[in-house]
């Protein structure tokens, strides 16, 4: 990093054009990563990335120039180029800073871990993903690990460090039979040390990719057609991530360009919604200590009891809102990325609903047990969903898994749809790719059920 005195000068660069805010953000960060397929090491890896970036703000523009190189010289020619987008002379002088120094709670570091100990961990889900049943022909692992180590500052004052240890497990089983193949992934991560894995199981990991292949490798396609469904917990809030909380970050509300604009204080969801992004979490793996312009991260109650209450919102979606105030919620991949409005750790809180009661009493329909990925228009709320592992539901009872389920819809539609909320939550871990890069964010939910939304697939009645 670099030193308060080194780092005036540049923000005071940043400023001699004209830009009312100047901000420099520095990161040294280390990752680590073992890949193996069958119980073998395929490679295994090492990275250091360390760079910094400024960004100048005058009014509603932005520029931002960013450089591998954190000598002096090389960053103060950063500002000067972040500077050369406006045209201007200078008005304001960077102030004294307030440090604001945070870090997650290490046990052990990643740098202390031996790579046997990684290897370890893989062949033990592999190997209880090989041992679930003989149609499992392959499974693969991935184990990854990263020590961030960031610091922003600005000319507003403030200066803050943060500490990011992230790291995650990936398994993959591949059941086969007669030609045809089905894939089950499981994927566990947290936001901590490498004790997060006293908490992941990864025997339980491998055995439970292992039964999602096997399971929709004996399942019927899918029916389809406009049916309640019930979406359980864990990355079944990715519904919630994808087909709402984007259309509530300012990246799109600050342009127009979602279907939330101007709703704050009016009834958008089901009266028994209540939906919280909150990267205050201990040791989860979307959460932060201050977002990457410095603001403290906090718990952000996005709809209470239906109720639009406030959007995700960083400092040039504040200007772009009208003074919106700041949620703690502005997050970049890396230093070539200049920050915006993401997520952290966003779910359902949990509702008064019994879980088992959604199914016993929906008739037919789909219970989504397991999410995929998905895709989402901010702007009209469109959404396509895959299902991972589903079941059809006749008569009230789970009849036959199903495979090849899409959910579709739109976003604001299915807010108002939610008829059942259960009492448990749990968050399921992913990688959310928008302006600002790749970032670990949050999902989760409790289970809930949707009065109706169309259910893509290309089988016939069941």
């Known amino acids: 990093m670099v030193s308060k005195s080194i780092a005036a000068a540049v923000l005071n660069e940043a400023l001699k054009t004209g830009a009312d805010y100047s901000e420099l953000f520095m990161q040294d960060s280390e990752f680590n990563e073992v890949n193996m397929i069958d119980g073998r090491v395929e490679n295994a890896s090492y990275q250091r990335k360390v760079g910094a970036g400024v960004r100048v703000l005058k009014g509603t523009s932005s520029a931002y120039a960013y450089t591998a190189d954190t000598s002096e010289q090389a960053v103060m020619e950063a500002a000067r180029s972040a500077a050369a987008a406006l045209n201007g002379v200078k008005e304001f002088e960077s102030k004294s800073f307030a440090v604001r120094q945070g870090s997650a709670p290490y046990e052990r570091r990643f740098a202390d871990v031996r790579n046997d100990e990684r290897v370890a961990l893989l062949r033990e889900g592999s190997a209880a993903a090989k041992a679930y049943s003989p149609e499992i022909t392959q499974v693969t692992g991935k184990y990854l690990d990263a020590d961030h180590r960031i610091m922003v500052c600005n000319s507003e004052g403030v200066w803050a460090e943060d500490v990011r240890p992230r790291t995650r497990s990936f398994i993959t089983a591949v059941a086969m039979k007669d030609g045809e193949a089905q894939t089950g992934y499981v994927s566990p991560g947290l936001g901590m040390g490498f004790e997060a894995y006293r908490q992941i199981d990864m025997k339980q990991t491998g055995e439970e990719a292992a039964r999602i292949a096997v399971t929709m490798l004996h399942a019927p396609e899918c029916p389809s057609g406009a049916v309640p469904v019930v979406i359980d917990g864990g990355f079944g809030g990715v519904i919630l991530h994808e087909a709402c909380v984007h259309s509530l970050e300012a990246t799109a509300v600050g342009r127009g360009n979602s279907e939330f604009c101007g709703k704050l204080g009016q009834k958008i969801a089901s009266s028994i919604v209540t939906a919280v992004d909150d990267g205050t979490m201990k040791g989860e793996w979307g959460s932060i200590t201050y977002d990457d312009e410095g603001t403290p991260s906090q718990r952000n109650v996005l709809i209470e009891d239906g109720i639009l209450k406030t959007y995700l919102v960083d400092l040039l979606g504040s200007r772009r809102m009208n003074g919106h105030p700041l949620t703690g919620s502005s997050r970049r991949q890396d230093y070539t990325f200049a920050p915006t409005s993401r997520m952290t750790n966003t779910f359902f809180a949990p509702g008064k609903d019994d879980e088992e009661e959604m199914i016993r009493t929906m008739g037919e329909g789909l219970f989504a047990a397991k999410m995929g990925g998905g895709s989402v228009n901010p702007l009209t709320g469109e959404f396509q969903f895959a299902v991972t592992e589903g079941y059809w ?62 259910v893509g697939g290309k089988g016939g009645a069941l």
Do not use: F, H
């Open 393 to 454: 539901v006749k008569d009230g009872k789970i009849y036959s898994p199903v495979r090849g389920a899409t959910l579709i819809g739109r976003g604001a539609d299915v807010l108002m749809k939610i008829d059942r909320i259960g009492r448990r939550m749990w968050l399921g871990q992913g990688m959310c790719g928008s302006q600002s890069g790749s970032i670990p964010t949050n999902v989760g939910q409790p289970r809930i059920r949707v009065s109706e939304i169309t």
